[in-house]
Nanobody, 118 residues
Framework: QVQLVESGGGLVQPGGSLRLSCAASGSIFSINAMGWYRQAPGKQRKLVARITSSGNINYADSVQGRFTISRDNAKNTVYLQINNLKPDDTAVYYC????????????WGQGTQVTVSS
C-alpha cells in the first residue's frame, strides 16, 4: 500500500514563504509523477505544480514564478517552495503520486492547510 505524508503548512502573512514536503512510502513504481494540488473552500481541487521522475515540470499559470516544485527520487519526496504568498493562496494543499502500468495508479495525501492572512 502506498502512503503520502505531507508537512509544512501553516499560517503565514502575505508576502511570506512556506516549504511543503510530501514523503511517499510503499510499493512505488520508479517512473512516476508527483504533484501538488490545492482546494480552496467552495472550489474544486486544482493542479498547482507537477514533476515527473525524469524532471519534467508543469505549473499552473497563477503560481508561475512564485512556486517551485522539486523532488528527491531517492527519498520519494516532493517539495513545494512557496514565496510571496497571497491571500488567494489560502487552501488545503494535497500531494499526489501517480503512474500508469496497464492501469492508472493514483494516490493522495491527507492535505495540509495553508492560510495566508495578516
Amino acid at each position: 500500500q502506498v502512503q503520502l505524508v505531507e508537512s509544512g503548512g501553516g499560517l503565514v502573512q502575505p508576502g511570506g514563504s512556506l516549504r511543503l514536503s510530501c514523503a511517499a512510502s510503499g510499493s512505488i513504481f520508479s517512473i512516476n509523477a508527483m504533484g501538488w494540488y490545492r482546494q480552496a473552500p467552495g472550489k474544486q481541487r486544482k493542479l498547482v505544480a507537477r514533476i515527473t521522475s525524469s524532471g519534467n515540470i508543469n505549473y499552473a499559470d497563477s503560481v508561475q514564478g512564485r512556486f517551485t516544485i522539486s523532488r528527491d527520487n531517492a527519498k520519494n519526496t516532493v517539495y513545494l517552495q512557496i514565496n510571496n504568498l497571497k491571500p488567494d493562496d489560502t487552501a488545503v494543499y494535497y500531494c499526489n503520486l501517480n503512474w500508469a502500468i496497464s492501469r492508472e495508479y493514483n494516490y493522495w495525501g491527507q492535505g495540509t492547510q495553508v492560510t495566508v492572512s495578516s
